[in-house]
């Protein structure tokens, strides 16, 4: 069970790296606000994902 935990996190914590770095980006073009929605969405994904894990 640990194993799984563990593994669980370090998706968890890849996933959350990778928003924030899209997020932060400003090379890329884009406006900061068309950004900020993405993320803002993705972490609503990662929200729904987690809640439905702990039912």
């Known amino acids: 069970m640990g194993e799984v ?3 669980l996190t370090a ?3 890849e996933r959350k790296r ?4 899209g997020w932060q ?3 890329e073009g884009g ?3 068309e950004r ?3 993320a803002l969405r993705e972490y609503r994904s990662l929200l729904d994902q987690l809640t439905a894990v702990s039912r």
Do not use: F, G
Request: hydrophobic share 25%; net charge positive.
């Open 5 to 7: 935990i563990e593994q």
């Open 11 to 13: 998706r968890l914590n």
């Open 18 to 21: 990778r928003i924030e770095s």
């Open 25 to 27: 980006r400003r090379s």
């Open 31 to 33: 406006s900061d606000t």
């Open 36 to 38: 900020l929605r993405v």
